[in-house]
DNA sequence: GATTCTATCTCGCTG
DNA sequence: CAGCGAGGTAGAATC
């Protein structure tokens, strides 16, 4: 990987290596001292302090405080990145349509500019997702419940896809709602919104079962089932 | 602000450089090839490739590819970081406990190594957030509709805190869902709730009507507004 | 620490 | 393109 480092460039110096970095596919990084004005879905400005501006050569845009996982303002991917020296200071200038949003970050001073040829040919493994749970759930139905049979994945109601759709030992319907992990009251709201739903558009005598499938629930959340008299049954995304 | 760079340092001088900046408090940068391995709420894994690891100084780390406004990997706030030579390899090891989570970042190559010693004395100033259309409805209780009087904020029921709660010209309970921006059906399962939890523990009598107000809903979201018996009405976060 | 909800959420998928 | 739901969501407020 290809790395360079300007230290104190003029704003002039900056904004070539800005231009070109991007240019040539690069990552940008300018660490300096700066003020930020965002404007779009919501607007907010920012005085001036020490910070990260990474700039990615998919469009997006980065800038980082020395605390938190999140940057503190930043541009989706798919902007228009712009460098600029105006007044004496560099201006980075990212902008979108749909919807309109545009972000200035202007350095004070920069204290450094780095250029970074990322390549990344790897994809991330991730396991222990949503989609874990359901394979889980379909290889072995009796997690649900003894007798359970999946009929359908993602079937669809006039309030959304269902998850895990079949049928029980009995013959009723039933919808299941995965979480991977501890879930609140919206889920019991989803799962809810999804029974209603079929209920609707079935006959009076069809019972309709609801089962939230997932690691365990919070108290409020299983009072919303009670009273929807939905189910609860605790499975884990993965094995133990 | 202070910066430093590192152009292809060994391995033993990463790791000092690495352990000096977080000792120093700075923000440090790696940029090298590298693999990544995660464990915690989930797990992951990730391929040879080029990419930043930021280090923060209160405990966050991210690692950028050159795409995507999301790192790929990460660390929380609160977490510790740790640098050391693992056959001849800078291994970046960032873990925690509640949740017990572990990041490994494992270097090939350390093409720079970067420290910013950021410091950022100013707060973001935000608007148009729900926090500014609860400000805009209680200033204007006429923008929900004439002769509405919110009497609480954050008025709590057995399903959650409702965002404002009042009564309208007829003396008819009144249950106010906020939202930013556009709504799906989420928002009227959420709001859908607090009407109902407080129609439980109502006497007969009591009419409880429930508003979302937003600047616009889905049709999807509609539609369960209407079987619900619930209403809408359009109130951007901020004037235009 | 756990719960609940907002977010310029982002991201991926589907119509 | 919009809508819908997942996410290792993060972050904040509250209990």
Redesign the interface.
Known sequence: ???T?L?DPTPAAARDAVLDGLDA?D?V?V???CRVTYEG????????????L?L???G?A?V??????QP???Q??GCDHDAAVVDGELVVHSSRSTPAEELDVRFE?V??L?R??????????????EADLKRRVLDEPALVERGFEPRATERET???AVDVYGVDEDGNTVVVELK??RVG??AV??L??YVEALR?DSHEATRIRGILVAPSVTD?AR??LA?KGLEFVPVE?VAE
């Open positions: 990987m290809d790395a480092a230290s596919g990552v990084c660490a300096g001292r879905r919501a607007s907010s400005t920012l005085g001036p302090g020490d910070r990260l990474l990615k050569p998919d997006t980065l980082h405080t020395a605390e938190g996982h503190v303002n930043w989706p991917p001073t204290a450094q780095s970074y040829a990322v390549t990344d040919p790897a994809e991330l493994a991730l396991e222990g997702t006039p309030a959304g991977r992990r009251p919206d709201g989803q809810s919104r609707r409020r009072e919303l009273e995304p």
